[in-house]
């Protein structure tokens, strides 16, 4: 498990089976059991909190990570790697975050 990666959970209702996209740093996945991670889910409103995923990321239809719907989960609900954001879309990642929780630096630096 690493950051940025993009794995299938079985969360718990109403969630339940849904792609999410692992935010904590890679340190933490050797020693924590809870990891945050942000949902990934097919209602696309086009706003800054979102980042658009598809095919390139192993995804088979058009969707987002939805930087709003943070979580917490624990490392049992992971249950397959499906894949990882593109090195040079991170920043699209941190932008959204940033949106999100009203951090303006990371708004104004990968915006």
């Not at 999410?20 to 909190?49: C, M, Q, W």
């Not at 058009?62 to 943070?70: E, M, R, S, T």
């Not at 992971?78 to 699209?92: F, N, T, W």
């Amino acid at each position: 498990m690493k950051q940025y990666e993009i794995w299938w959970a079985d969360l718990p209702k109403p969630a339940g089976r849904r792609p999410v996209l692992l935010l904590s740093r890679d340190g933490a996945y050797s020693v924590l059991n809870k990891f945050v991670a942000a949902e990934i889910t097919a209602t696309i409103r086009h706003i800054p909190i979102e980042v658009p995923l598809g095919e390139t990321e192993g995804i088979s239809k058009p969707c987002i990570v939805n930087c709003d719907n943070l979580r917490t989960i624990s490392k049992v609900h992971l249950v397959e790697r499906i894949s990882q954001i593109p090195a040079g879309r991170i920043g699209e990642v941190k932008r959204a975050v940033g949106y999100a929780l009203a951090w303006e630096e990371l708004i104004e630096t990968n915006g």
